[in-house]
């Protein structure tokens, strides 16, 4: 019987809507798969894929999971850790602490999140002043904009800089109070607010704290894509320029999906996102900053070999639920992207150099 459900499962993941145009084809992937591979075999030779799945997790545990909570994502919960090992599973359907899988990944290859060049944080500058900007427009004190048109964006970033001193995410006003929309919404649930999180948890100084050390240790990669012309970046150019910066393969793939979730899930896709159009297309899709956040982050679950749970996830979820059949294709072959890095993982030595 479990046998039967687990193919079923697998049948499930491997289906794909694929009515839109593919542009990121399997030659492609199966090039860059032997890119990361062999980079991964390079840095940790002795390593294997079950060792960096049960030392991820572990980081994923002890270092992430005590704040995420200040950031209400609607997810599953924690399974104890008697129950994880024998499952398997860090939580169900998934854990919060999943939801920054990539910030593990990062832990995991430079604990001490050390730049070879310091750089200022210019990453959460952004993020600050993409929802500020998106706040005046949405309360009528500024005009509608897309900041990915601006060409002073990275000046205003520069000058926004001060905003997120100390590894600070200010929220409130000259009188303490919330800055947010003030429009009447239809759902309170959809006010738009200038924090990122729940300020009112016990953990949220500490959400802040850490959001802001990975918004600043991924500040040169983003700087980068910044300077970037839209729709030039290619996925192999952008994992060769983060493996440059980062000196390892596992922090680069942990970085990608932490700048492109800034980018699509803190400030407005529509008028602030902005490093996502710099990406070539993976497929034909109008949501762009949803499409590359969704390929990096189900890249980081696939590889650590969680492809059967979260792609029947991304089944039920986005192609019988939502029926966004655009986000379902990107996530099946980011999934397939998983299966061809951990396949030349285990025969590297038969990669092309």
């Known amino acids: ?53 049960i030392e991820i997790q572990d980081i994923l545990r002890s270092d992430i999971t005590p704040w995420v909570d200040a950031y209400p994502i609607p997810a599953g919960f924690e399974l104890p850790r008697v ?24 832990l995991y290859g430079n604990p001490n999140r050390e730049l070879k060049v310091p750089s200022e944080n210019y990453l959460g500058s952004f993020i600050h002043l993409a929802r500020t900007r998106h706040i005046a427009y949405l309360n009528q004190e500024a005009e509608k904009f897309q900041l990915r048109n601006e060409t002073n964006l990275i000046q205003q970033i520069e000058d926004h800089l001060p905003y997120v001193a ?85 922090v680069a793939l942990g970085v990608i999906p932490w700048i492109f979730s800034g980018d699509a899930l803190t400030v407005n896709r529509g008028t602030s996102s902005v ?35 979260v792609g029947t996830l991304s089944y039920i979820y986005e192609q019988m639920y939502q029926k966004d059949f655009e986000e379902r294709s990107v996530d099946a072959i980011s999934l397939k992207f998983s299966d061809q890095i951990r396949s030349s993982f285990k025969n590297a030595d038969q990669c092309p150099i």
């Open 1 to 53: 019987m479990k046998r039967s459900m687990f193919s079923i499962l697998a049948v499930l993941i491997s289906l794909s809507s694929y009515a839109n145009e593919i542009y990121f084809k399997k030659d492609r992937r199966d090039r860059l798969a032997c890119k990361i591979a062999r980079s991964m075999k390079d840095v940790y030779p002795e390593k294997t894929l079950h060792d960096f799945k």
């Open 166 to 250: 100390n590894y600070s995410s200010p929220y409130l006003d000259s009188n303490g109070l919330p800055i947010m929309q003030k429009i009447d919404v239809v759902n309170e649930k959809n006010r738009f607010k200038l924090a990122v999180g729940n300020p009112n948890h016990k953990a949220y100084d500490k959400f802040v704290y850490e959001s802001q050390k990975y918004n600043e240790f991924s500040s040169p990669l983003f700087l980068w894509l910044l300077k970037q012309e839209n729709f030039s970046v290619s996925p192999e150019k952008l994992f060769n320029k983060a493996l440059e910066i980062y000196g390892n393969p596992i």
């Open 83 to 106: 129950l994880e090992k024998i499952t398997g599973l860090p939580g169900f359907p998934m854990s919060r602490s999943e939801y920054y899988l990539q910030n593990a990944f990062i």
């Open 275 to 309: 490093v996502s159009y710099k990406m070539e297309k993976l497929v034909e899709g109008r949501d762009i900053p949803g499409l590359q956040y969704h390929f990096w982050g189900y890249l980081t679950q696939g590889i650590l070999g969680n492809k059967i749970r």
